[in-house]
């Protein structure tokens, strides 16, 4: 079973792990974090992701970034060269907490399930407001209170 680490700019790594737990307390016990801070250097990220890797243990990783391209990203793919290791950008609620649900599934098939989550998690909920249309007239009321009195 692959363990997941999420790692983000502070303190939404931490934030995400906490979500996760309301729902799958007990598949979070291979979820590990790592939140950025602001002004961290790669040197520091790198360091950061690999204690995290570390402590997860020799099997294989799913690393879920925040935002491609940023600095928990280059740091998380620095370190995950080279191991059975797969990066998946755009992390949220809905990404977690589909990994979580199929969490015993190889890792290639995890990544592309994560990767659904979180594509699917995302869409509009609500209606816009007619915009400039006028509103129907109401009917007229008088005539229907002289009918029922």
């Known amino acids: 079973m692959p363990s997941i680490l999420i790692v983000a700019h502070a303190p939404l790594a931490s934030a995400l792990r906490s979500t996760a737990e309301h729902v799958y307390a007990e598949r979070c016990r291979s979820v590990d974090c790592v939140d950025v801070l602001p ?17 997860l243990g020799e099997g294989p990783v799913l690393i879920m970034v925040d935002v491609f391209g940023a600095t928990p990203c280059n740091a998380a ?16 609620v809905p990404m ?8 015993d599934v190889p890792l290639e098939d995890l990544a592309s399930r994560a990767v659904a989550g979180g594509t699917l998690g995302v869409m509009q909920v609500s209606v816009p407001r007619r915009q400039n249309q006028p509103v129907p007239p109401k009917p007229n009321d008088q005539d229907i209170d002289k009918h029922q009195q």
């Open 96 to 103: 977690l907490w589909r990994t979580l649900c199929y969490a």
């Open 39 to 55: 002004g961290a250097s790669m040197d520091e990220a790198e360091a950061q992701v690999g204690a995290a890797i570390s402590r």
């Open 77 to 92: 793919l620095a370190v995950a060269d080279g191991r059975a290791a797969r990066v998946v950008a755009g992390v949220n």
